[in-house]
């Protein structure tokens, strides 16, 4: 269960760099990043939520 739990926090920064890199270079971008920021933070507070549970 922590793996999974450290996974999804790296999955959770990873999409927030994404949303970071389509925040700067689209000319549309705050929408999408906006949402990539919200998914982004979801996946790494769930990630944290498995992680703590497993010790």
Request: glycine content about 18%; aromatic content about 6%; cysteine-free.
């Amino acid at each position: 269960m922590r793996m999974a739990g450290r996974t999804l926090q790296l999955l959770g920064m990873g999409n927030l760099l994404v949303g970071l890199y389509v925040g700067l270079t689209e000319e549309q971008g705050m929408g999408p990043e906006l949402t990539l920021l919200a998914v982004g933070s979801a996946l790494f507070l769930l990630g944290r939520f498995l992680a703590g549970r497993a010790r």
